[in-house]
């Protein structure tokens, strides 16, 4: 990715006007719980699922589809429930489970403004299935105080059915 070779601070696109669309927060559990989360989030707090995107099942001792992201309205707000992968940075470095997720329409320009404000690019920008959040191209920056936020183009419309 282009914006790990500049140095922080060094951006082209770093003065370019962003507009994001949206913030979500999302909540990452231990797998295989995060069903059981969004069942909670419904049941305590009158959450409504409004989308799920799942990934078959990975290991042959799973039961379950592994949750990629579950989508739930809350008063006015999108929180995004997804089961911890087995390679995800909570779990390697004691974080802190939840991730800051924004969309916008330009994700290279984001992601080149946040560098250029001090923020860490990580990873590749990814496209289509090996993306969260069921969004078009998804990159991750990880800021000076140690969160991670999502950079995403808005999610792709769907025929999947929500599970009740």
Not at 122 to 128: F, P
């Amino acid at each position: 990715m282009a914006q790990q070779e500049t140095q922080n601070g060094d951006s082209i696109k770093a003065d370019a006007e962003i507009t994001f669309t949206a913030v979500k927060l999302q909540v990452l559990v231990e797998a295989p719980k995060a069903n059981d989360a969004v069942q909670f989030y419904k049941a305590a707090f009158g959450a409504v699922e409004t989308g799920r995107t799942t990934q078959p099942k990975r290991k042959a001792e799973q039961e379950l589809p592994h949750i990629i992201s579950a989508q739930l309205q809350l008063a006015g707000s999108t929180i995004i429930v997804s089961d911890l992968a087995d390679d995800s940075a909570p779990v390697k470095t004691g974080g802190t489970g939840i991730t800051v997720c924004l969309e916008t329409e330009d994700v290279e320009a984001a992601i080149s403004k946040a560098v250029a404000a001090g923020a860490v690019a990580e990873g590749e920008i990814l496209e289509g299935d090996g993306a969260c959040c069921g969004a078009g191209r998804v990159g991750k920056v990880k800021d000076p105080y140690g969160l991670v936020w999502v950079i995403s183009s808005p999610a792709k419309k769907s025929n999947t059915d929500v599970e009740a």
